[in-house]
């Protein structure tokens, strides 16, 4: 089966460091979405890209986050500086097109000491 | 408007029995409902789905009823078993260009054996 691919799996690193977390979305998917889940606000869309063009990244705090789309294969998500608030899961999932369903990669656990 | 409203937070049931997932939204321009199971340590995945235009859906064990008028859905799944023991989030999605899904904030279903 096809799936999304993040790296890595597992951050742990200190506040004020960057962080940079990667997608692989399935070949052929067009839409990129990238989540946060907390036990606290549940599931939040962050950013949103369609054919490598960012269409939504409203959820996203600008002052340290960044989303880009170097290529069709690879989706970033970095933080810079990175806080202690930031702790979460971030999910990366694509779709092949707008109009059909999104699938998940299996996340990366974020830890901000 | 933008929110869905998920109930109840966590549910119990016996292995054989029902479980019942509700979701309630305001918003009139979403036109599609999933439902994802999440297992721990991975990321949602798409259990079933339905459109406004369809009162029910059934694949397998797991029906959605829909009822537009109540701007409600719902996620049966009937003859629980054990390995149903997960997490279940509602989404719904808007029309038109954004094509952004909304989740609900999650139930967490445990089946006992």
């Known amino acids: 089966d096809a799936r999304v691919t993040q790296t890595p799996r597992h951050k742990v690193t200190e506040m004020g460091q960057e962080v940079t977390m990667r997608c692989q979305p399935i070949l052929g998917h067009n839409t990129v979405f990238w989540y946060r889940q907390t036990m606290m606000q549940g599931l939040e869309l962050l950013a949103y890209?369609?054919?490598?063009?960012?269409?939504?990244d409203s959820g996203m705090p600008k002052d340290r986050f960044s989303a880009e789309m170097p290529d069709a294969t690879l989706a970033t998500l970095k933080i810079q500086p990175s806080e202690p608030r930031d702790s979460a899961v971030y999910f990366c999932?694509?779709?092949?097109?707008?109009?059909?369903?999104?699938?998940f990669g299996d996340g990366t656990r974020l830890s901000i000491l | 408007q933008q929110q869905v409203k998920q109930s109840p937070q966590s549910l119990i049931v016996q292995k054989g029995g029902i479980s019942i997932i509700n979701c309630a939204y305001e918003?009139?321009?979403?036109?599609?409902f999933p439902w994802y199971q999440q297992f721990p340590g991975k990321g949602p995945a798409l259990l079933i789905a339905?459109?406004?235009?369809?009162s029910e859906k059934k694949e397998g064990r797991f029906t959605i009823s829909f009822n537009k008028s109540a701007k409600q859905f719902s996620l049966h799944i009937m003859d629980s078993q054990p390995g149903d023991s997960a997490t279940y989030f509602c989404a719904a999605r808007l029309s038109g260009s954004a094509r952004q899904l909304t989740f609900g904030s999650g139930t967490q279903l445990t089946v006992l054996p």
């Open positions: 999932a694509s779709g092949k097109d707008a109009d059909q369903p999104q699938h």
């Open positions: 890209f369609r054919n490598r063009a960012p269409l939504d």
């Open positions: 918003n009139t321009a979403f036109d599609y």
């Open positions: 339905i459109r406004p235009d369809v």
